[in-house]
């Protein structure tokens, strides 16, 4: 365990933005828990992993825990999958890349999605027709309040679109130790071409029977092309939900703007996506300040170098107000906002 104090956010937050961590403590290994005990006042801690998915807006007094846990084994062999536990600490892209290599399909889909595997049930990290909780088996939580450890299973964790149980009521509550991932074996995989670009992109690179090693690099240039990278423009990937709306709304905008793209959620309701309602709105690529929009993707906020938080915030609310006085639609923030 590393104990620091008045430490600068900037390096752990994939958005940039600089503010005081009073008290950083690193857990590098499992054991490290139990020696927590005396650095928590109320047993009140913020847990970061990779910092891909906060925006800091303010001083941080309570003590962060950043878990730095490292490994991976095979912890069950059947013909068809194996199960393969991952400590909370390992850089979520790294693995995936790793399970292409060994030949293990379901997280393909997920390449180049920035943070730690322990931050990936959280918020049910999701990319081109997947989400972890189609391949995730349990998860593994220290409890801070009796100091002991769960595992739940993936139908325990309450998931939804980009929400889990970690998200919501069990926030600060458990630090997740290790997740448990159902991979399939080579013959085996369930490739999910579902979404368009993929399908296009692997059109254009000529590939015919795609592999799970040809979707991980559809899904890499994609993203690369769509999605700024954290370490040359600061952000924290899409900033606000797609908002689900009744097939009624989806109606009236489509009698001014026929084009709107749209996914069905069930029978009565569908998804839209907020970038090409905040593109609409006029703030695709637009800087204010040190902050704005990324100009391939409006739904991304980036800090162009010195923004503070409160800036990026400050422009959520515009885009939030703008959007619904256009489309009657309030959208929702997908980051945490500390
Ligand atoms: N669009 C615009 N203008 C924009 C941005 C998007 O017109 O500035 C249109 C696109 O042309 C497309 C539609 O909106 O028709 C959807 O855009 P895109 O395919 O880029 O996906 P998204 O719905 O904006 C979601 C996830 C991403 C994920 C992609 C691919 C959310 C909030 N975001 O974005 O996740 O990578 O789908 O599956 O669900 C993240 O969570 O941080 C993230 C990047």
Redesign the pocket.
């Known amino acids: 365990m590393i104990v620091s104090n008045n430490i600068s956010s900037r390096g752990m937050n994939t958005f940039g933005i600089e503010v005081n961590f009073s008290t950083v403590i690193s857990v590098e290994h499992r054991d490290d828990l139990f020696a927590l005990a005396p650095y928590l006042e109320n047993r009140e801690v913020s847990i970061l992993g990779g910092g891909s998915n906060v925006l800091l807006t303010q001083d941080i007094p309570k003590p962060v825990l950043l878990i730095r846990t490292k490994g991976k084994q095979v912890v069950l062999e059947r013909e068809t999958y194996d199960l393969v536990k991952v400590e909370a600490g390992e850089n979520w892209h790294n693995l995936v890349l790793w399970a292409v290599e060994k030949g293990y399909g379901g997280i393909e889909n997920l390449a180049l999605i920035p943070g730690r595997c322990g931050a990936g049930p959280m918020q049910n990290i999701g ?2 027709g997947v989400e972890i909780k189609d391949v995730l088996h349990s998860v593994s939580a220290y409890n801070l309040e009796d100091g002991r450890i769960y595992t739940f299973h993936n139908t325990e964790c309450g998931f939804g679109y ?1 929400t889990s149980h970690f998200k919501t009521k069990w926030k600060d509550k458990f630090i997740i130790l290790d997740i448990v991932l159902k991979l399939t074996k080579p013959g085996h995989h369930i490739t999910n071409l579902s ?1 368009g ?1 993929i399908a296009q992109t692997l059109d254009e690179k000529g590939v015919i029977q795609a592999g799970i090693k040809d979707i991980a690099n559809a899904v890499i240039a994609i993203r690369q092309a ?2 700024p990278d954290p370490v040359e423009v600061g952000n924290a ?2 900033f ?3 908002p689900v709306v009744d097939n009624s709304v989806l109606n009236a905008i489509q009698k001014v703007q026929p084009e709107v ?1 749209h996914y069905p959620v069930d029978d009565s309701r569908v998804k839209l ?4 309602l ?2 609409q709105c006029g703030w ?1 690529g637009k800087q204010v300040g040190q902050t704005g929009t990324y100009k391939n ?3 991304v906020l980036v800090n162009h170098g010195s923004a503070s938080g409160s800036e990026v915030y400050a422009l959520s609310e515009e885009i939030q107000q703008s959007v619904l006085k256009r489309y009657d639609i309030l959208l929702e923030r ?1 980051v945490n906002v500390w």
């Open positions: 990319a081109y980009r979404y670009a769509k999605l990937g899409s606000f939900k797609n793209p996506p907020a970038g090409w905040i593109d695709k993707q409006a739904l997908e």
